[in-house]
């Protein structure tokens, strides 16, 4: 097989369902899920021991890593800001 007909990265990931994606390569974000669900994801991928967790408190997203809470920039709120 020569160079050029090997599959690039792109292809070869592109071919794996979810599942083995992120077994082997990482975690997959579907961009339809909100924040907090993102960050539970995240969360499930952690070492063990290592916990993080978020909460949403109306339009505010804070989360938790390792029991110290922070709020952070919803997409929304980075949006708006990118935009001024």
Do not use: C, K
């Not at 792109?10 to 579907?30: C, F, K, P, R, W």
């Not at 804070?62 to 001024?84: Q, S, W």
Request: charged share 25%.
């Amino acid at each position: 097989m020569s160079p050029s007909s090997y599959p690039t990265e792109i292809e070869t990931l592109t071919a794996l369902d979810d599942d083995e994606l992120v077994d082997t390569h990482g975690i997959v974000v579907d961009w339809r899920a909100s924040e907090d669900e993102v960050v539970a994801d995240f969360g499930r991928h952690l070492a063990s021991g290592d916990s993080l967790l978020a909460r949403l408190d109306g339009s505010q997203l804070y989360v938790t890593y390792n029991g110290t809470e922070h709020r952070t920039a919803t997409a929304i709120e980075a949006t708006a800001a990118a935009v001024r």
